[in-house]
Structure formats: structure tokens, C-alpha cells
């Protein structure tokens, strides 16, 4: 496999360079800062800045919560930030997706798509998972119908009443189908 | 405990027996939820559009709750403090914290560079369970959770921790000047926040655009803003125009985010095809609509990983755009003094007082947007227990 340039660079040397440039490159630069304005600034009010992003690797963080479960993490940044939700960890076929998707940057369709890919098997995996423990479907409630049909009830039959047509109308063009076969 | 429970797209159940959280990092607190709102962001995690929403999550990151345990090394919060809790979660000492960037702290979501940790905000937002339950853990208990001041009423309360400082940010990032026309396109409770802020800040007209007149009519007695159905237009952004003197809104905030109707382009490339984040019509018609060199504030949310929107004519027209999310440790002192001084009530907003028991309901009824429904508060069982 080819090493890309990313797989190369340095790490975490970004702001040694900066400091080595300022101290020593800067002076014969000609014009370096001479335009620099601090009042230049867009992110004001809502970025209060202080410098503190040139001091980026040098901030005091908090004891890293213990890494007790599977946690993805961008490839964006060096590892696992110091507190994570728990709420889901990948299982199953689409625990599979999401740790292939997360190989790749934020910056890809294949992060994002993948990752839209992996929810729609774990809606699938959702449902097998009820089956399995006695739950059944109950789209009256889950789907909130039972709202539309309190608030939105002719609306609601309409719809009911088409998506019933359409499906009757399929199905009987495939019974007929058949026969003819 | 009680908790929503996602299950799919449009799919929402009611566990009632999900294990109550614990103490996970010396940081975190527990906190039994008093109050819960659905957001109008929630709808973009229930409509299955933000990647990585996993079955079984529990939404919610409005909320109010009662300190019920703390961590070793919590020194500001203690058991039994009554706090309303920032949807931002956020550590306080990265540069983006120091630098009072609460939406885009470095140190609470793993999984995403492009955004923050948020409660309930699928994995995309840090994977954090959140206060659609009765039970919530709370991480870095002592930077933005904030003790509820004495004689707040809890519904402006639990109000402050998204709704009320994402409108504020949004007009904020307008950089709105004394006598501007300001357009806000949305008119749901974030674009109701803005336009009713936008005065706050100079404006001298503030249009309300969207397609639901009831909204349109609480817009006009909420935020004291001219309010139009753009179904009643031909085009939104000549209408725009024919109202700014062919010049172009000084500020356009675009209030919507991925969720917006009103092109058949951005609806089936967005919404049906999934060939880009939602739509992207408020945007569209927002940087159109401003004046050369205006400026767009966008506060709607977007998923990743992209939108159609015009950028020759941003370049073209010398567009600034700001936008962020919401940091709302760094705006509340200001809106709790706008509050209780009695010049806001956000609370009027809140339509639907609903048990968390009825949380799919409540869901459907935010997103088809039935019996007038402006903003839905969820009330859990134990609320009110000792």
C-alpha cells in the first residue's frame, strides 16, 4: 500500500515550526506584521481571544474517564477525549460499518454515508432485538399515530386510506401476475 | 427509570426500564430531570437525518434537574442544587473554553471534530444519553451546569439552556446595527428568540419568514415582527428585495437549518435522496436576500457532510457569514438578568405541557406540527419527588 503524505508528517510540531519561524525567519521577511490588526476579528463577541489556540497543546485536562467500553473516535484528532457518552457502543453488523466509516476523515462522503448506512442495518438490528425479547411493533404508539389520529384525523384516514389503496392495488397486480405465469 | 428510546426513523419508545446512569469520570454529577424540551433540532435526529444516531439513544438537551449525586473531584454543585443544564457539554479549560467557545470544546466528543459534545445529540454530539429520562449524567458538573437563581420560574429556566441563547447568538452574529432590517427566516421557537432579540440590538424592522400561520401569527404578537407566509409568494427573495428598496436585508439569519421546505430541488436532493444534508433552502433564499456586503447568521443546523448554496454570490456580493453553535454558559448572566428583569418571558413559548410517559406523541405532534404546537415540554413522573 502506497504511504500517503499524512501518514509521514511530523505531529505535533506545529507550533515548535511557528516558534522557530517567529524567532528567527520573521525578521527578514519583509513587511511580517507590519498590517497586523488585533481588531480584525469576526468571531467578536462570540470568541473571546486570547491566544490560548496558539497554546493549544498546552492546557490543563481533566483525568481521562476510563476507557471501560468500545469508544470510536475521529481520525481527526490523536485518541479519545477525556470524557465520552456511553449511550450506544457498537454491536453487531452495523458496529462493523461505523468502524470502517470511522477510518475515515470527517471530511469524506464515505465517513458520513457509511455511518447513514450503518443507523439504517441498526434499525433493522433494533427490531430483531425486540423480537427476540417479546417486544412487538407497536407503530400506534412509536409512530405516533395515535397523535395524528387525536389532532390530524382526517388527514390521517386520508393517508391511511391511500397507502392501503396503493398497497392493495400492488398486490393484486402481483397475484395477477402470477396467474398469467 | 423512564427514558425516550430511539428506534429508528419517526420511531420513538418509551423504555421503562433503562438503567439509571452513574458517576463515570470524578467530573460528572447525576441529575433527576425536572424539566425536558423537544427541540426543533430533535426533529433532525427523529427524522433519521444526522449520521450516526444509534438505536436505543435517549434524546433531549433542554433540561432542568435536581443534583442527586457527584462525583470525587465536583467542588462548585452539590446534592440537591436545582440547575439548568447547557446543551453544550463542555470542560472549561481547552482553548476553545478559554476562549468562552463552549459549542466546540475539545475534550467531550471523541467521535467529531466538526462539532461539540452535546447532550442526546446522537454519536455525532459525543454519544451522551440525554434529558428526555428521568435520570441524566452530567459531565463536567462544575463548568456549565448553573444553579437555577432563586425566583426563576423553571420554565424560563429550563428555556435557557438552548432555546432562549441560540436565538440571542443568532441576532448577536447578525452584528445587527442601529436601524437595520433584519430578516429571519423560520419562525419556530429559535427564529421567534432571534426576531424577538434582533430589537434588542437596534434593529428597526424585523421580518419574519415562513410557511405555517399560526407561527407566522405568534410571530407577530411574540416578537413584536411583520410575519409573512413565503406560500403566498412567488419568490421569498424578490419579495425580500421589493421590501428592502431593491437594496437587500442588512441581516438575514437563517433559523431553519436542514429541515426547510420551499424548493423542490433542495426537498428531493436533501430530504428524499439523502445527496446532501438536508435542505438547504433558508440559506439559499438568506444569502440572496441580504444586502452587498450584509451579513448571514446562521443558526439552523446542518448534518454533515454538505449543501447546495450559492457561493459565487456570497463571494460575489462580499458576504460575511457567522455562525456557531450556541455557547450558552458565555450568554447566560445576560439572559437571566433579561429575564428576571421581566424584559423577556420566553416561557409564553411553551404550548404543550406533556408527561414524558406520551413522548412519542409529543414527538409526532412537534413534527407534523399539529394543534398549533409551538414548543412541547416533556415532564417527567419524579419531577416533583423529594
Given at each position: 500500500?502506497?504511504t500517503?503524505l499524512?501518514?509521514?508528517?511530523?505531529?505535533f510540531?506545529?507550533?515548535k515550526?511557528?516558534d522557530?519561524?517567529?524567532?528567527?525567519?520573521?525578521?527578514?521577511?519583509?513587511?511580517?506584521?507590519?498590517?497586523?490588526?488585533?481588531?480584525?476579528?469576526?468571531t467578536?463577541p462570540?470568541?473571546?481571544?486570547?491566544?490560548a489556540?496558539?497554546?493549544?497543546l498546552?492546557?490543563?485536562?481533566?483525568p481521562?474517564?476510563?476507557l471501560?467500553?468500545?469508544v470510536?473516535?475521529?481520525?481527526?484528532?490523536?485518541?479519545?477525549?477525556r470524557?465520552?457518552?456511553?449511550?450506544?457502543?457498537?454491536t453487531?453488523?452495523?458496529?462493523?460499518?461505523?468502524r470502517y466509516a470511522?477510518?475515515?476523515?470527517?471530511?469524506?462522503?464515505?465517513?458520513w454515508m457509511?455511518?447513514?448506512?450503518?443507523?439504517?442495518?441498526?434499525v433493522?438490528e433494533?427490531?430483531?432485538?425486540d423480537?427476540?425479547h417479546?417486544?412487538?411493533?407497536?407503530p400506534?404508539?412509536?409512530r405516533?399515530?395515535?397523535?395524528?389520529?387525536?389532532?390530524?384525523?382526517p388527514?390521517f384516514?386520508?393517508?391511511a386510506a391511500t397507502?392501503g389503496?396503493?398497497?392493495?392495488?400492488g398486490?393484486?397486480?402481483?397475484?395477477?401476475?402470477?396467474?398469467?405465469? | 427509570?423512564l427514558?425516550?428510546?430511539?428506534r429508528?426513523?419517526?420511531?420513538?419508545r418509551?423504555?421503562?426500564?433503562?438503567?439509571?446512569?452513574?458517576?463515570?469520570h470524578?467530573?460528572?454529577?447525576?441529575?433527576?430531570?425536572t424539566r425536558?424540551?423537544i427541540?426543533?433540532?430533535d426533529?433532525?435526529?427523529?427524522?433519521?437525518?444526522v449520521?450516526d444516531?444509534?438505536v436505543?439513544?435517549?434524546?433531549?438537551?433542554?433540561?432542568?434537574?435536581v443534583?442527586?449525586?457527584?462525583?470525587?473531584?465536583?467542588?462548585?454543585?452539590?446534592?440537591?442544587d436545582?440547575?439548568?443544564?447547557?446543551f453544550?457539554?463542555?470542560?472549561?479549560s481547552?482553548?476553545?473554553?478559554?476562549?468562552?467557545?463552549?459549542?466546540?470544546c475539545?475534550?467531550?466528543?471523541p467521535q467529531?471534530?466538526?462539532?461539540g459534545?452535546?447532550?442526546?445529540?446522537a454519536?455525532?454530539?459525543?454519544?451522551?444519553d440525554?434529558?428526555?429520562?428521568?435520570y441524566v449524567r452530567?459531565?463536567y458538573?462544575?463548568?456549565?451546569?448553573?444553579?437555577?437563581?432563586?425566583?426563576?420560574?423553571?420554565?424560563?429556566?429550563?428555556?435557557?439552556?438552548?432555546?432562549?441563547p441560540t436565538?440571542y447568538?443568532?441576532?448577536?452574529?447578525?452584528?445587527i446595527?442601529?436601524?437595520?432590517?433584519?430578516?429571519?427566516?423560520?419562525?419556530?421557537?429559535?427564529?421567534?428568540?432571534?426576531?424577538?432579540?434582533?430589537?434588542?440590538?437596534?434593529?428597526?424592522?424585523?421580518?419574519?419568514?415562513?410557511?405555517v400561520?399560526?407561527?407566522?401569527?405568534?410571530?407577530r404578537k411574540?416578537?413584536?415582527?411583520?410575519?409573512?407566509?413565503?406560500?403566498?409568494m412567488?419568490?421569498?427573495?424578490?419579495?425580500?428585495?421589493?421590501?428592502?428598496?431593491?437594496?437587500?436585508?442588512?441581516?438575514?439569519?437563517d433559523?431553519?437549518?436542514?429541515?426547510?421546505?420551499g424548493?423542490?430541488?433542495?426537498?428531493?436532493?436533501?430530504?428524499g435522496?439523502?445527496?446532501?444534508?438536508g435542505?438547504?433552502?433558508a440559506l439559499?433564499w438568506a444569502?440572496?436576500s441580504?444586502?452587498?456586503?450584509?451579513?448571514?447568521?446562521?443558526?439552523g443546523?446542518?448534518?454533515p457532510?454538505w449543501?447546495?448554496?450559492?457561493?459565487?454570490?456570497?463571494m460575489?456580493?462580499?458576504i460575511?457569514i457567522?455562525?456557531?453553535?450556541a455557547s450558552v454558559?458565555?450568554?447566560?448572566p445576560?439572559?437571566?438578568?433579561?429575564?428576571?428583569?421581566g424584559?423577556?418571558?420566553?416561557?409564553?413559548?411553551?404550548?404543550?405541557?406533556?408527561p414524558?410517559?406520551?413522548?412519542s406523541?409529543?414527538?409526532?405532534?412537534?413534527?407534523?406540527k399539529?394543534?398549533?404546537?409551538?414548543?412541547?415540554?416533556?415532564?417527567?413522573?419524579?419531577?416533583?419527588a423529594?
Amino acid at each position: 500500500m502506497q504511504t500517503e503524505l499524512e501518514d509521514t508528517i511530523a505531529e505535533f510540531q506545529d507550533r515548535k515550526i511557528a516558534d522557530r519561524n517567529l524567532k528567527n525567519r520573521t525578521k527578514d521577511i519583509p513587511g511580517w506584521g507590519m498590517d497586523a490588526d488585533p481588531e480584525n476579528d469576526p468571531t467578536y463577541p462570540m470568541k473571546h481571544w486570547n491566544g490560548a489556540d496558539h497554546e493549544r497543546l498546552n492546557y490543563e485536562k481533566a483525568p481521562q474517564q476510563p476507557l471501560d467500553m468500545e469508544v470510536l473516535h475521529s481520525v481527526e484528532r490523536p485518541g479519545v477525549t477525556r470524557v465520552f457518552g456511553t449511550s450506544s457502543p457498537p454491536t453487531g453488523l452495523s458496529g462493523a460499518i461505523r468502524r470502517y466509516a470511522y477510518q475515515y476523515s470527517e471530511a469524506t462522503a464515505t465517513h458520513w454515508m457509511t455511518l447513514i448506512l450503518a443507523d439504517r442495518i441498526n434499525v433493522i438490528e433494533g427490531k430483531l432485538s425486540d423480537l427476540t425479547h417479546g417486544i412487538l411493533p407497536n407503530p400506534w404508539i412509536e409512530r405516533g399515530w395515535r397523535a395524528e389520529w387525536k389532532h390530524n384525523r382526517p388527514a390521517f384516514i386520508r393517508k391511511a386510506a391511500t397507502t392501503g389503496l396503493l398497497i392493495t392495488a400492488g398486490l393484486l397486480l402481483l397475484k395477477r401476475k402470477n396467474k398469467r405465469k | 427509570m423512564l427514558a425516550m428510546n430511539f428506534r429508528g426513523p419517526r420511531q420513538i419508545r418509551l423504555d421503562r426500564n433503562k438503567p439509571e446512569p452513574e458517576i463515570k469520570h470524578p467530573y460528572d454529577a447525576i441529575v433527576r430531570v425536572t424539566r425536558s424540551l423537544i427541540c426543533g433540532s430533535d426533529l433532525h435526529l427523529y427524522h433519521g437525518r444526522v449520521p450516526d444516531t444509534r438505536v436505543g439513544m435517549t434524546f433531549g438537551h433542554e433540561f432542568t434537574g435536581v443534583v442527586e449525586a457527584v462525583g470525587s473531584g465536583v467542588q462548585k454543585l452539590k446534592v440537591g442544587d436545582h440547575v439548568l443544564v447547557p446543551f453544550n457539554v463542555a470542560c472549561g479549560s481547552c482553548p476553545h473554553c478559554k476562549q468562552e467557545l463552549y459549542g466546540n470544546c475539545n475534550e467531550s466528543n471523541p467521535q467529531a471534530t466538526a462539532v461539540g459534545g452535546f447532550f442526546g445529540y446522537a454519536h455525532t454530539g459525543g454519544g451522551y444519553d440525554g434529558g428526555q429520562a428521568e435520570y441524566v449524567r452530567v459531565p463536567y458538573a462544575d463548568v456549565s451546569p448553573t444553579i437555577i437563581p432563586a425566583g426563576m420560574d423553571l420554565e424560563n429556566a429550563v428555556l435557557l439552556t438552548d432555546v432562549v441563547p441560540t436565538g440571542y447568538q443568532a441576532a448577536e452574529q447578525g452584528g445587527i446595527h442601529k436601524g437595520d432590517t433584519v430578516v429571519v427566516f423560520g419562525a419556530g421557537p429559535v427564529g421567534l428568540m432571534a426576531a424577538r432579540f434582533a430589537w434588542f440590538f437596534g434593529a428597526a424592522r424585523v421580518i419574519v419568514i415562513d410557511h405555517v400561520d399560526y407561527r407566522l401569527e405568534f410571530a407577530r404578537k411574540f416578537a413584536f415582527a411583520e410575519a409573512y407566509n413565503y406560500r403566498d409568494m412567488k419568490d421569498p427573495v424578490l419579495f425580500v428585495k421589493k421590501a428592502t428598496d431593491y437594496f437587500g436585508a442588512d441581516v438575514c439569519i437563517d433559523a431553519v437549518g436542514c429541515d426547510a421546505s420551499g424548493s423542490a430541488l433542495q426537498d428531493i436532493t436533501g430530504k428524499g435522496l439523502l445527496l446532501q444534508a438536508g435542505s438547504a433552502t433558508a440559506l439559499h433564499w438568506a444569502i440572496n436576500s441580504v444586502k452587498k456586503g450584509g451579513i448571514v447568521s446562521i443558526i439552523g443546523v446542518y448534518g454533515p457532510p454538505w449543501n447546495l448554496a450559492p457561493i459565487g454570490s456570497l463571494m460575489n456580493k462580499g458576504i460575511t457569514i457567522r455562525a456557531n453553535q450556541a455557547s450558552v454558559k458565555r450568554l447566560l448572566p445576560k439572559l437571566i438578568d433579561h429575564i428576571m428583569s421581566g424584559r423577556i418571558n420566553p416561557k409564553e413559548m411553551i404550548t404543550h405541557r406533556i408527561p414524558l410517559e406520551d413522548v412519542s406523541d409529543a414527538y409526532r405532534m412537534f413534527s407534523s406540527k399539529l394543534d398549533h404546537i409551538i414548543k412541547p415540554l416533556l415532564i417527567p413522573p419524579r419531577a416533583n419527588a423529594a
